[in-house]
């Protein structure tokens, strides 16, 4: 939920809606009795006039958008006001182009006769939501874990059901979960300005503990029951804490991309109570349960999707509290980048000291105990950050804009955000790397020594914590060992037989080869070990380190694009920075992806239209293993032989690129202004393969569709408007994927000289640039 300034308090106050939108009452009512979940969903058509949302909708958008206020108040997407945001929500809401579930919590609103400060709050929470809707982006998602495993961040919007968000949270930390941790109250609960306070609240209640038990606590622990208890505690205890209890009962927390709520949550008491509850106010998350006979395993999952919604909507957090309640059991928790450790179970009637001083000690943390960020200043509703410029040693202050321009939507993995600075001059970064890990800095100093162009150039850095610093104090067990793990939720792989390929007698120099024979043996030479994608360590876990960055040019993300000569111009000017980094800066960048490639004003980036940017996985060549637990990738856009474990090259981050062109075409398209309307869209997804399932079944759909007889396939879901870009496609899909002798699809890398891969590349975008 938006935090409105007292300036745009006042605006809403003296422009009131009065009965603006009565008009609507009975359209919106007819529409929310015939609604069922899921059933207004993108372009589906509706059988009945009285049930499709459109007409209401528009007629509900319109007025808001001609409204005073809407001319007043700034969006938090972008830097406009938010007439303009619904000017465009209205199209596609015309188009056809609409989820009524995202519009149902302002619906319900108007119904409802609610103060005009929630309806505004919900029309900024509504903008936010369909700016961040399907179809997914690419966001990098990390494999931590044995041997390789996927996060939660490719679900977004209509894919975070609870099976399929739940099933990759619980491939981000099924290694790395620890129970009955030494020393967790010690660290979260003693020696605070506050623990003094709990202390004196247990020995205030402590005559209602009596033959073994609370005396006032439910005998049946059912959740209204354990509510009305917590919230008569809260008040005779805690009216003085700084943050409140609430349950958000039977309504959906706003600011998320998915529909929730919660038994039991804080928040900061200053936040101004409303109607409706923001996952950007969540400071601790409660689970309740009324048996004491639960799945672990369930539970923690559950709990688990709750934590992923507020690191997406609080980006820069560090960690976050929870716990389970269920019976008379409880246990506490703190989710970090790392993975979830807890104090282990104890039964609240069997240590009734912790089960108050937790209680208690939760509502009274401060913004660091709470694991909030701190390095970022706030003034007002402005945030700035101050670090050390990286060429003169001098300070640099600089003004973030509101929200976010890349948002990392998973729990353990590097987290990156990343906001443009005011004056849109610099991006600033923050993301969670291993310390096997080179800093990113260093690979952009050294690109720019070496020359080096079209790649971020570096304006400051700053390690603002570490994983290891947090958890200091702390002694970890072995890792929770989940019982009933399938290979299917674990990520596990087929042997792919690439580790294991004998060496074939080579042939004389008087002896011609087949074409199949050629790609085989060069295919040897660059290909001798597989990857590294866990290395074993003593530590307990795997120490990141919570890095600012902050870069120049700004620019937009590729998916931003503008036209069809603006993107190919983009990702072409990307291939030839790759091409430098690699052959100059001999280095290569290994994460090639839709949100490492930006579209820049080539005056400020030595000509290029597009730059590379997030060279945090960056190898120099020739350099050993990293010895980082794990392998970071996106894996939409991750190379055919890499998704196997084969030693990622040159090539393979060529084949990336090719993969974001087609994703762009195919996906993001349909999201640009180019005529694309979502009800032309193909009913069938090939793309969503690409993401879906374990490494095997992405590797297998991809390098099934690169072949010529099926190729049309990807090709056949590209707007109309795209036609022209089919033959660019099909050039790089002949370039890349030569077929050898059988028939059989070559997908490795040749000893030949990275120039007569990059070359025919390039001179194909150009060629497909001119004929633009």
Known sequence: MANFSPNECAIIAKNPLGNSLDYLHDSLQKIEQNYEPHSYFQHDAVDSPDSDPRKALSRLLSTLQVHEVAFNLRSKTKSENIASELSTLFKRVQN??????????????????????????????????????????GIPLSFDCTPITSSSASQQTAEQTADLVEARIFNERKSCT????????????????????????????????????????????VENAVLKWLFRFQEEFLSDAKGVYYTSESKDLTGGEARRQLDVFIKRKSIVSRT???????????????????????????????????????????????????????????FDRSGPYSSGEFDIHKEPEVFIRAIAGYAM??????????????????????????MTGKEKRLQLERDPIVIQRAIVCRGTNCYRSKDSEYVVKFSWTSDKRQPEARFLRLAREKGVKGVAKLLGYHCITSIDKMRDGLTFPASHHFRNTSPSASGKRKSTGHEATSSKRSKSSGQRSTPGEEYEASQRVENTQGISLYARSDAPFDNRLLNCLVISPAGEAIGKFDSIPTL???????????????????????????????????EKADGFTGILIDLELVKEVGSGRSGARHQTGTMEFM???????????????????????????????????????????????????WYT?????????????????????????????????????????????????GGALFTGTTSNPPEMLYDPIIQAFDNAIADM
């Open 276 to 334: 409706l509850h923001n996952w950007k106010d969540v400071q601790v998350i409660g689970e309740h349960k009324t048996s004491n006979k639960q799945d672990f395993k369930h539970l923690l999952l559950q709990l688990g999707r709750y934590m992923r919604d507020v690191f997406t909507a609080q980006p820069t957090r560090h960690f976050i509290h929870g716990f389970f309640l269920y019976g008379t059991t409880m246990e506490l928790w703190v």
């Open 96 to 137: 056809s182009d609409f989820s009524y579930e995202h519009y149902r919590t302002l619906s319900q609103l108007v119904i409802k006769h609610a103060p005009d400060i929630d309806i505004w709050n919900a029309v900024l929470d509504l903008i936010v939501t369909v700016s961040q809707s399907t179809p997914p982006t």
């Open 365 to 390: 943390m401060s913004d660091e105990e709470l694991g909030l960020d701190t390095f970022v200043e706030r003034e007002g509703e402005d945030r700035f950050i101050t670090l050390t410029e990286d």
């Open 178 to 221: 620890y129970r009955n941790v030494g020393g967790f109250f010690s660290k979260y609960f003693e020696g605070k300005d506050w623990t003094a306070r709990t202390k004196e609240i247990y020995r205030t209640v402590q005559d209602r503990h009596a033959g073994g038990r609370w005396t006032d606590f439910p005998d049946l622990p």
């Open 693 to 741: 399932g374990d490494f095997d079944d992405i590797a297998d759909a991809k390098k099934s569709y690169m072949h010529v007889d099926e190729f049309d396939k990807i090709l056949d879901e590209f707007p109309l408007a795209f036609n022209p870009v089919k033959p660019l496609c099909e050039n790089i899909r002949g370039i890349l994927f030569p077929t050898v002798e």
């Open 568 to 602: 190919l111009t983009a990702l072409r000017d990307a291939i030839k920075a790759h091409r430098s980094l690699y052959i100059q800066g001999r280095s290569l960048h290994r994460d090639i992806s839709e949100n490492n490639i930006i579209i820049t004003d080539p």
């Open 639 to 689: 190379a055919i032989e890499v998704l196997r474990r084969v030693s990622h090259t040159y090539r393979h981050d060529l084949e990336s690129f090719f993969y974001v062109l087609l994703w762009m075409c195919a996906r993001r398209a349909w999201e640009r202004e180019f005529q694309c309307k979502w009800a032309h869209r193909p009913k069938r997804d090939i793309l969503r393969k």
